[in-house]
């Protein structure tokens, strides 16, 4: 059965340019969330595999609601996504529990490489 991903980013066209990586590649897309608050919202309520999280966003950025997401499940699979530039926000993430990091823009072979090496 194909591993169902939560995909979380403020902007659209990075939801879109996942999507379509995760699903050439037998990944299946549990749900979409645009900023932190919807992030965790949605984790409970499609109980998804694995996690993509954008670390930069409006209302509740990466970092916290991977904080949050640890609390209710403490082996949830969070890998964010980060950009040049933001590296005190990638050491906030390690110490909050992200299980690996992928890089922007998006390269398909990366993307998939930390999928399913972090569900192994
Ligand atoms: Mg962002």
Same mark, same amino acid.
């Given at each position: ?39 965790? #919202?949605?984790?409970?309520?499609? &109980?998804?595999? $694995? /996690?993509? !999280?954008?670390?930069? %966003?409006?209302?509740?950025?990466? +970092?916290?609601?991977?904080? #949050?997401?640890?609390?209710?499940? &403490?082996?949830? $699979? /969070?890998? !964010?996504?980060?950009? %040049?530039?933001?590296?005190?926000? +990638? ?30």
């Amino acid at each position: 059965m194909s591993k169902r991903v939560l995909i979380v980013d403020d902007a659209a066209f990075m939801r879109i340019k996942l999507k379509d990586i995760l699903e050439k590649n037998g990944y299946e897309v549990a749900g979409e969330a645009q900023n932190g608050n919807e992030a965790v #919202e949605k984790f409970k309520e499609v &109980k998804p595999d $694995i /996690v993509t !999280m954008d670390i930069t %966003m409006p209302e509740k950025d990466g +970092v916290e609601a991977l904080t #949050e997401i640890k609390a209710i499940d &403490k082996d949830a $699979i /969070v890998l !964010m996504c980060s950009a %040049m530039g933001q590296q005190t926000m +990638v050491m906030d993430a390690i110490r909050a529990g992200a299980t690996d990091f992928i890089v922007k823009p998006f390269d398909t072979e990366r993307v998939i490489k930390a999928l399913d090496k972090a569900i192994r």
